[in-house]
């Protein structure tokens, strides 16, 4: 019989520590932009702050939206 890898919860609060270990929040902007960035993948390659997938689909939305306001209104 296979035995299933579970995670507890003991480890999960470990494992968010570690993630979260270098976000030491400075400012206020850094404050306020924390909610929106990935917490899985906070950094890429290139070790910049990723934006999380959900900012990205709003602004583009938002965007249209607005695209579509200007062009229906002239």
């Known amino acids: 019989m296979e035995q299933m890898n ?3 919860q003991k480890e999960a609060q470990r494992r968010l520590l570690l993630a979260y270990k270098d976000g030491n929040i400075g400012e206020f902007a850094e404050f ?3 909610p929106l960035l990935n917490p899985i993948e906070q950094r890429d390659e290139r ?3 990723k934006i999380h997938p959900l900012l990205v689909i709003g602004i583009v939305l938002v965007l249209l939206a607005a695209g579509t306001l200007i062009f229906f209104s002239f």
Do not use: D, K, P
Request: with cysteine; aromatic share 0%; hydrophobic share 35%.
């Open 32 to 34: 306020l932009v924390c």
């Open 47 to 49: 070790n910049r702050r």
């Open 6 to 8: 579970s995670l507890t």
